[in-house]
């Protein structure tokens, strides 16, 4: 039995712990002893996902307590359990030095998966840069979630070329499948005639939902009764409620905060937009659209921004319409056709759920991964059963 720790920032129902989450059920129990490692405890929306697998979860803290000592803390853990392989997946600074400190514990392999596009500005910059530096040396691979992640890391900060491959993100297909369009929305109580845009995603300056607002208020002006679905969190709930009232669509914008069932509010809409920018502030961009690859499995059209990680999985047209970033106009247009072609609507949702078929499944990327791990372990002299 390989015993395989799981490094996530939190159990935050956010797209690379949801991707972790979903490789715990795919890959072999049979030959892999899964742990889970978060950062904070809070917020443990996944908590009895991971129970119902049967998985445990520790926790370095409970409330964040200062780097050093949250490294501290994590040296030891590393040291007092058994661990083969650590992955290590979407913990900017902190997952860079636990790269370090499970290379001091002695840990086998040492895997990053980096789902995000990163960049710091000023000492913190120069502190990410060198550790990041230094510290990628000693990891046995690095895996991206896209072609564009892969390039941006290694041009802004030299990963090993030689240690870096390529795993999209993948989907569920029997949890993201395409229904038959039914009468009514029971969900959401409305009626089938309402149209219906989704936005899923945390309420973050990254995810670019105030340019979102901005679209829905032009759409709405051409089809009055149309409505925008936001599932998710965030500290700009509070702005984005004030946005749209300001806007006078507080009526036609429903906030439902965080949700287990995704899959089945997908069904109810009739597009998914997602909005993102770059962060300026935070200086990170978007690398892959779980989200984006989900409403595509659910035979759902979408419409999303130009970002390279996104272009990886929509293609233009054929299963989605791209349009810039941070501009409202090109996404309502975009809004529009989609909401008053049905034709369109179908055939882009259909041809979004054939590419989801065979380029996404998550049995795909359970089974690359695996055979990642394995060949990771053979090097180190494992004794591996076929």
Request: proline letters at 4%.
């Amino acid at each position: 039995m390989i015993n395989l720790l799981f490094v996530i920032p939190s159990l935050n129902r956010a797209g690379a712990q949801m991707h972790v989450l979903d490789l715990s059920r795919k890959l072999d129990r049979a030959r892999f002893n899964i742990r889970i490692l978060t950062i904070l405890r809070e917020p443990a929306t996944l908590d009895d996902d991971f129970a119902e697998l049967g998985i445990s979860v520790d926790s370095i803290q409970d409330r964040p307590v200062g780097f050093l000592r949250t490294c501290a803390a994590s040296f030891k853990y590393l040291r007092n359990t058994q661990v083969d392989i650590i992955h290590i997946h979407d913990v900017p600074l902190y997952g860079f030095m636990i790269l370090w400190l499970s290379h001091l514990a002695k840990v086998p392999i040492r895997l990053c998966t980096i789902h995000g596009l990163w960049r710091f500005r000023g000492a913190k910059g120069l502190v990410f840069t060198s550790l990041v530096r230094l510290t990628s040396r000693k990891g046995s691979a690095f895996v991206f979630v896209s072609q564009a992640a892969r390039e941006f890391w290694q041009n802004s900060y030299a990963i090993p070329a030689a240690h870096s491959i390529v795993i999209p993100n993948g989907v569920d297909l029997a949890v993201f499948r395409p229904l038959s369009r039914c009468d009514k929305r029971p969900l959401l109580n409305l009626p089938a005639e309402i149209p219906v845009i989704g936005c899923v995603g945390g309420l973050t300056a990254r995810k670019g939902q105030h340019y979102l607002l901005d679209a829905v208020a032009r759409v709405v002006k051409r089809i009055p009764n149309t409505r925008l679905v936001m599932v998710g969190e965030g500290e700009l709930r509070e702005q984005l409620q004030e946005q749209a009232e300001s806007l006078g669509i507080s009526e036609s914008v429903i906030f439902l905060g965080v949700r287990k069932d995704v899959n089945v509010l997908m069904q109810e809409f009739d597009c998914l937009a997602v909005s993102s920018a770059f962060d300026y502030a935070q200086q990170v961009g978007e690398s892959f659209g779980i989200v984006i690859l989900e409403a595509m499995a659910a035979a759902k059209p979408v419409v999303a921004t130009d970002f390279s990680g996104f272009k990886e999985v929509v293609v233009d047209g054929e299963t989605g319409l791209l349009v810039p970033p941070a501009d409202p106009a090109s996404m309502a247009d975009a809004l529009l056709r989609i909401l008053e072609n049905r034709n369109l609507a179908v055939k882009l949702g259909e041809a979004g759920r054939r590419r989801a078929e065979t380029e996404f499944p998550d049995t795909k990327v359970a089974a690359r991964l695996s055979a990642l791990y394995r060949s990771l372990l053979a090097d180190k002299g494992y004794a591996l059963n076929s």
